[in-house]
């Protein structure tokens, strides 16, 4: 087991499909590795009930069995994994130096950061003082709470339309609220959900404000409506609800890769090419912390695999 006292040959910051590859193929190579978590194994991916486009699952695969799996699959290995969020690298000597939210710090002769990305804030009245009661980011995490009542899905892609499917299995009412007039969801997904009956699309529209009320046995203020306002006519109407899952894209987790000095685009997100190799030596980085054109749960994976490759070439030129 590792302590503070060790010096690892790679550190894989983020437990999500690329870190947990990443120190799959690592492990694999003979280094010693250990995997910092900051939640479970999974990262986004545990967001999604299930995943219908990852290979060798002819029926689909359960995204939390999957996650586990993998975490498995890289401990049976050698690769440790250590519950503790890495908030600090610093990267100035040969060494990496990671500080954990725990005080802990660790040393490592390389890092490959796999932070992902966290999911985007609407940004409008009501969001933030109801995060938790009502409001959510996670529909496979939080709906179960919602069984029976009435639901709002907030966006248009296939985390979105995939929320909305899976709890129109579980509430009452869905209303997908989406600012355009078309989904960027799959077919497949767009397929299933123009045949449930207890769907209920809203296009061409946006959610103002988030409203709240307190019923008099319920001490904390929770959801109660939407505010939506017709982007065409100008229109605003009142949609009862009791829960609101927002699935409007996400940012990039890179204030880690920041202090380091890893070169960023204007979106935050690493400027690395296919190996992971960053503009500092011995940082790489893997998953959706990196500039790319497709984030996938494939493509993570498959960075995961190039960074440790790189990481491991690095090590042996070093």
């Known amino acids: ?22 120190a799959l193929y690592a492990a694999r190579a003979g280094l010693s590795v250990a995997v910092f978590e900051r939640m479970g194994p999974g990262g986004q991916m545990t967001q999604t009930e299930r995943l219908d486009n990852y290979p060798g699952f002819a029926e689909g695969v359960d995204a939390f069995e999957l996650s586990f799996a993998m975490a498995s699959q890289a401990e049976r290995f050698g690769a440790e994994r250590v519950p503790d969020e890495v908030v600090d690298l610093n990267v100035d000597a040969v060494k990496k130096l990671l500080t954990c939210a725990s005080g802990v710090q660790y040393s490592a002769r390389a890092v490959i950061v796999a932070t992902g990305a966290e999911p985007r804030e609407l940004g409008v009245s009501g969001e933030a003082e109801l995060r938790g009661r009502g409001v959510s980011y996670c529909a496979t995490c939080d709906g179960g709470f919602f069984r029976g009542k009435v639901a709002v899905v907030v966006g248009g892609g296939n985390t979105a ?49 988030i409203r709240s009320t307190t019923d008099g046995e319920v001490p904390m203020p929770h959801v109660e409506s939407i505010l939506v306002r017709d982007r065409n006519t100008g229109d605003e109407r009142v949609v009862n609800t009791d829960a609101v899952f927002i699935a409007v894209g996400t940012n990039p987790r890179s204030n880690v890769l920041k202090a380091a000095g890893v070169a960023l685009n204007e979106a935050g997100y690493a400027i690395a090419g296919e190996s992971g190799a960053t503009n500092v030596p011995g940082v790489f980085v893997a998953g959706d912390v990196r500039e790319k054109p497709l984030r996938q749960v494939i ?5 995961g695999a190039n960074a440790a490759t790189a990481a491991f070439e690095y090590l042996n030129l070093d």
């Not at 006292?5 to 590859?21: H, Q």
């Open 1 to 22: 087991m590792i302590d503070e006292r060790t010096e690892l040959d790679v550190a894989v910051v983020g437990s999500g499909p690329a870190g947990m590859t990443a």
């Open 299 to 303: 493509t993570a994976a498959s960075d």
């Open 161 to 209: 339309v995939g929320d909305a499917l899976y709890l129109s299995r579980i509430c009452e009412k869905v209303y997908v609220v989406h600012r355009r007039d078309s989904f960027r969801a799959d077919a497949l997904y767009l397929n299933a959900l123009s045949e449930l009956s207890n769907v209920e699309l809203v296009l061409n529209s946006t959610v103002e404000a």
